[in-house]
């Protein structure tokens, strides 16, 4: 009875992506909070977020929101485990709810800032988020003095979808991406590099290996997804013991969705379920 009154009683977190790339901030909370109930929707139909207008984008998420809160059961808090959708419609999203409401970029330029001795940063991530601005003003408010350094690198979010997270095709691309990018001595300076978009961590030992290779010295990779968590655990305390339940949910291919999502977190297919948003 008690066991059973405890597992009511777990904390719920609800999470969102536009693919499978937010199964890397769902494997780190749930290894994080393994008490929590964590119910994950990947809007897989209408992928990828970066390309998109932020109307659009803030539209999408909203709906994505509502659908994975649709049956009215208690939520702790929504997590937003897109950076593009993290830069566009976080305050819409605050707006409409009155739980916590998080998104992954306050979290990442927290642990950049803390983590940078130069001062110095990088970010890589979609377009979209690279044109928000959001981790300048972000890091901005943390350290007026810390220089950002963003680049646009779309193709590793398709690279990920695909389940390609190393080798050839996917250092061909950071080379492209980062070679000229890096060429300009100021940009070189940079010792910590955020991972922009939660499909990333899926290629941080090719993204950190390509930095290496350019630079000739390595540097500090951010994970949004280790730092969401943390700030989680800090508001669920009660969720860091325990086993929750997990329900994973996507908006088309879910075949695809089992197979690619089972490289970042394990996905059981019998509970993996179609939305139609």
Known sequence: MLASLRAMNAPRIAIFDSGV????VAHAVHAKLPGAHLRYLGDTARLPYGTKSAQTVTRYALQAAAALLSDGARVDALVVACNTASSCALPALKESYDFPVLGVIGPGARRAVAASATGHIGVI???????????????????????????????LVGLAEEGWCDGPVAEAALHAYLRP??????????????????????????????????LGREVGLVDSADAIAEELALRLPDATMGEGRVELFATDALDRF???????????RAHLALIDL
Do not use: M
């Open 21 to 24: 790339g937010g199964l890397t």
């Open 125 to 155: 991530g979609t377009e979209r988020t690279v044109q928000s601005g959001a981790y300048e003003q972000a890091i901005a408010a943390l350290n007026a003095d810390a220089v950002v350094h963003a680049r646009a690198t779309p193709l």
């Open 181 to 214: 990018w890096l060429a300009d001595p100021t940009v070189a300076r940079i010792d910590t590099v955020v991972l922009g978009c939660t499909h990333y961590p899926a290629l941080k030992a090719v993204i950190g290996r390509v930095f290496a290779e350019i």
């Open 258 to 268: 089992a197979r690619v999502g089972g490289l970042f977190f394990p996905v059981d």
